[in-house]
């Protein structure tokens, strides 16, 4: 059993940057992020192989401004969000899993999941 624990959301004007930390107590294959909007289904945002080397992946409406990173020492993946719009205001969620894959993660590729973090992009 893995246990992920997020920290790092919070409220942040529009242009601005968040970075939220995601601290696994085991290792998985690969580690990524989701994020449910008000309404919406929960959506992959980005992802992580850390397998062998790292490999990373993102989602098309965040690719160019979020960054997925890991500090393998500390086994704690981090997602950098920078030019941060409305649209990005959710409630976002680590994820991990066993499968050895690069790609848009599926709900189903995770083993476990974070409790989740507040991402508000508000003026």
């Known amino acids: 059993q893995v246990q992920l624990v997020e920290s790092g959301g919070g409220l942040v004007q529009p242009g601005g940057s968040l970075r939220l930390s995601c601290a696994a107590s085991g290792r998985t294959n690969v580690m990524g992020w989701f994020r449910q909007a008000p309404g919406k289904e929960r959506e992959f945002v980005a992802m992580?192989?850390?397998?062998?080397?790292?490999?990373?992946y993102y989602a098309e409406p965040v690719k160019g401004r979020f960054t997925v990173s890991r500090d393998s020492a500390k086994n704690t993946v981090y997602l950098q969000m920078n030019s941060l719009k409305p649209e990005d205001t959710a409630v976002y969620y680590c994820?991990?899993?066993?499968?050895?894959?690069?790609?848009?993660?599926?709900?189903?590729?995770?083993?476990?999941w974070g409790q989740g973090t507040q991402v508000t992009v508000s003026s």
């Open positions: 994820a991990a899993g066993y499968r050895d894959y690069v790609g848009p993660l599926r709900e189903d590729d995770a083993n476990y």
């Open positions: 992580l192989n850390h397998r062998n080397s790292v490999i990373t």
